[in-house]
């Protein structure tokens, strides 16, 4: 039961945290191609890193996760109606909801917001470092694959990230 209501926590913010590195990975790639050296033991140190800071950031929902029954007294011997909230006052609870709303929404938001910003001026601008004028044939495509991940990302933090930090603001 304590595990279904801290690795909500935990999904949602190595999601966020993911789209984050993978924005910076190709803006590194894109704007600074010549500088740039991808390798597999960074991608797993960016990996592990992302999978503790989100266990990190959940830690305060599993010391404060404690069940309560959601029938009344008399019928507490059943033990299928179980709720899993936060045991701590209201206005904890509302810090740390604030806490994840920045930390993870707005925060990674204005990030990607910024690095695909940055890689779509480059594209559009058709100034891409290291490449010479023969091969900007696919620069096109680039610039709709572009133009997909930042509709992507989008709708990713509209209609998945925000709803539900939204929610947790709202409900404390």
């Known amino acids: 039961m ?19 590195a993978i924005s910076i990975e190709r803006w590194y790639a894109i704007c ?15 990996i592990f890193s992302i999978w503790v800071f989100s266990a990190c950031v959940a830690v305060p929902d599993l010391i404060t996760a404690q069940l309560y029954h959601t029938l009344p007294a008399y019928y507490n011997d059943v033990q299928l109606l179980l709720s899993c909230r936060p045991s701590w006052s209201g206005r904890s609870q509302f810090i740390y909801q604030m806490f994840l709303l920045i930390g993870l929404y707005f925060l990674p938001f204005c990030l990607m917001a910024f690095t695909y910003t940055m890689i779509a001026l480059v594209l559009w601008r058709e100034d891409i470092p290291g490449v010479n004028e023969t091969s900007r044939g696919n620069i096109s495509f680039l610039s709709f ?4 991940f930042l509709s992507f990302f989008l709708s990713f933090f509209l209609f998945f990230s925000f709803p539900y930090s939204l929610f947790f603001f709202c409900s404390f």
């Not at 595990?3 to 966020?16: D, E, G, L, N, R």
């Not at 694959?145 to 997909?148: C, G, N, Q």
């Open 2 to 20: 304590y595990f279904s209501f801290i690795f909500q926590t935990v999904s949602v913010a190595v999601s966020v945290l993911t789209l984050s």
């Open 32 to 46: 600074h191609p010549l500088s740039f050296k991808s390798t597999p033991s960074r991608a797993r140190n960016i």
């Open 145 to 148: 694959f572009l133009s997909f």
